[in-house]
């Protein structure tokens, strides 16, 4: 049994109110995704798609054609699976390249790439390594460079910027070990101490954290006299006194990633180092996770253009009665289904990029959806492409190397790819994110009328603002331009697809609506629909990408044919899918599952776990994080 974690104790209202603290609260731009999710389709927003300038396209195209020669000549895939380890010499090389300043901007010694080519280059990466990809992706997006550049000081700035674009590496320090989706919950304190913090506590899942030299950490400030208090971020010196880095992580896949736990012991830090005020960190790590989670989806777009090459190769030279079995039709609705979908995830991606450069809209929605549906999507296409494969598809690649047969590595890719839905805010969280967002404007207009804790006052007048909302909003639901058989005529064959966004945004909105209408304050509850409902969305605003940038290219390149190809048949697919999802709003199994798994959870099935053993080991489920010295070796290295 463990000793007692010392770990704040709050509930399930005070828990959500955390939360709901830590949102951008309020809406400057707009946005596509959420007037989307409004029933409004705002194609004026995405079309013509936004371009990056001639001076951004010269800077980034150069750099992909040296990092892609690098990818070739010193990233060994093979070897960081085999060894578990990303060797010293990539990362070496990495630093040399300005890989580790791609978003850093040129004052600080950075090479000031724009989202778009920055998420094209960890595509490319990625695709060479996921882990090295993973390793980059960490130290950029949500590692101290991105919070530095949005709410640093000058002076950190200064300080650590040119460290972090060409030597040092960096960590995002958040989840501890009781710690997941639920700050409220978090137990690593900062005290402070006349000029300085004394951190204490322990974190879990530090990717980069066992091999970089500054950390971006979150911990709880008490509130005391002249300290407002809060959950606050830091920047931390990796090599600190105090600092101990008890354990290096093995993963089902990403097996070079350099993941670990970290104890922090009596660590004084400066309050310079303190980014932004006390109590902000969580709306830091928000914010700073609006476009840091684009490089997430980014690799998944560029995992699934890597699968539809091997799908290609391997179904036109495998032959079963007769015929290569990409000819025969239960495989070629799988190719099918891997091109369209892998066109999809890059236009999702390229044009939430773009938005974000362009920074005309507000993209938290659309990030979001960019990785729920990237992550997703990547998987069952591995999924699918392990199928093609057959025997070959599960066999390593070093298995098949060995045998002497071409080395894929199409079972790595499934593992590799698994932890996507899982990294920054699993699907089931991101379910939640979203459709927080998506309510957002009924809540703001509405929300005091089902909140048991306000007055009548509060109800009435929320009534009041609620009846001036809905009574401008609801006729908008009623018809629209999706029902006139010309509208966007420009898209040629996939106007129609364009028309069904429009009349299925504002079925989606009546159904949220009715929704809420239905269960008021228990809707928060309701995860199976809200699911359900993003879902909807999601493939939305993948058509909406798909044919836009199929547009795109009619227009600029000579694939046009084949990208209107594409974009049809990705839009008839997940039109399939979406009126599935209609369905199953109304038509489910919710409240049954909800009451076999509470049977379970109670004990009264245990009887169907009979007849087999479970090889877990001992231990608790849980390890304990209780603050103090380290008894652990240090395993924390530096990359000369």
């Known amino acids: 049994m463990s000793a007692p974690t010392r770990r704040p104790k709050v509930t399930e209202r005070e828990a959500r109110q955390v939360a709901e603290a830590a949102r951008e609260q309020d809406w400057r731009k707009p946005s596509f995704a959420k007037e989307l999710f409004l029933g409004r389709f705002r194609l004026d927003l995405v079309h013509p798609h936004p371009l990056p300038a001639a001076e951004d396209v010269r800077r980034g195209e150069a750099f992909l054609a040296v990092l892609r020669d690098f990818c070739e000549t010193r990233i060994d895939g093979a070897r960081i699976e085999r060894e578990a380890r990303i060797p010293d010499e990539t990362i070496t090389g990495l630093k040399e390249l300005g890989a580790l300043g791609m978003k850093i901007d040129p004052a600080y010694g950075g090479l000031g790439l724009t989202q778009l080519y920055y998420n094209r280059a960890l595509a490319l990466v990625g695709s060479a390594s996921p882990a090295v990809g993973a390793l980059l992706s ?85 509130a005391s006299e002249g300290h407002h208090g809060g959950i606050t971020a830091f920047v931390v010196e990796a090599d600190a006194p105090g600092i101990t880095v008890e354990h290096r992580n093995s993963f089902m896949g990403l097996r070079g990633l350099e993941n670990g736990v970290t104890r922090f012991h009596g660590v004084r830090v400066p309050a310079g180092h303190r980014i932004g005020p006390e109590g902000a960190g969580l709306k830091i790590a928000l914010t700073t996770l609006n476009t840091g989670r684009l490089s997430l989806p980014a690799a998944c777009a560029g995992a699934a253009k890597w699968c539809l090459k091997i799908a290609r190769e391997w179904s036109g030279e495998r032959e079963q009665w007769g015929r290569p079995i990409g000819r025969h039709e239960a495989v070629s609705t799988k190719i099918s289904f891997i091109a369209a979908t892998a066109f999809a995830l890059e236009a999702v991606v390229d044009l939430a990029s773009q938005m974000a450069d362009e920074d005309r809209n507000d993209i938290r929605i659309e990030a979001a959806l960019a990785k729920l549906y990237g992550s997703e999507k990547a998987w069952l296409i591995a999924d699918e492409l392990v199928q093609i494969r057959g025997g070959r598809g599960y066999e390593t690649a070093d298995s098949l190397a060995a045998r002497g047969e071409r080395a894929v590595p199409a079972e790595q890719l499934l593992r590799d790819l698994r932890i996507n839905r899982i990294f920054e805010g699993s699907t089931e969280i991101m379910h939640l994110l979203i459709a927080r967002e998506a309510v957002d404007a009924h809540l703001s207009v509405a929300g005091d009328l089902i909140d048991p804790e306000k007055s009548l006052a509060d109800k009435a007048r929320a009534g009041a603002r609620a009846g001036g909302f809905y009574a401008r909003w609801l006729p908008g639901l009623v018809a629209g331009t999706g029902q006139l058989p010309g509208a966007y005529g420009e898209f040629g064959a996939l106007a129609g697809h364009l028309r069904y966004v429009e009349r299925t945004s504002r079925k989606l909105a009546r159904s949220t609506f009715y929704a809420m209408s239905r269960w008021q304050g228990r809707m928060e509850l309701k995860q199976a629909f809200l699911g359900r409902i993003v879902d909807i969305g999601a493939e939305l605003f993948a058509m909406s990408a798909a044919c836009v940038r199929a547009e795109l290219l009619r227009t600029t390149s000579d694939h046009g044919p084949e990208a209107h190809r594409l974009a049809d048949a990705f839009c008839r697919q997940a039109r399939l899918r979406v009126d599935e999802l209609f369905t199953r709003l109304w038509s489910n199994t919710d409240d049954l599952d909800r009451r076999v798994s509470d049977g379970v959870l109670a004990g009264r099935y245990t009887w169907l776990e009979a007849g087999i053993v479970d090889p877990s080991g001992e231990g608790p489920w849980i390890a304990d994080a209780t603050p103090g010295p380290s008894r652990e070796e240090n395993v924390h290295r530096r990359i000369p």
Do not use: C
Not at 199 to 209: A, E, I, S
């Open 138 to 222: 960490a130290h950029q997006s949500i590692g101290v460079p991105q919070p530095l550049k949005l709410f640093g000081t000058q002076e950190q700035k200064d300080a650590f910027l040119p460290r972090l674009a060409r030597t040092d590496l960096s960590a995002f320090l958040l989840t501890e070990p009781d710690v997941g989706s639920d700050p409220a919950r978090l137990a690593t304190t900062a005290v402070p101490d006349g000029d300085t913090y004394v951190l204490d506590g322990v974190k879990l899942w530090t990717t980069n954290g066992v091999v970089a030299d500054l950390l971006v950490v979150m911990a709880r400030v008490p």
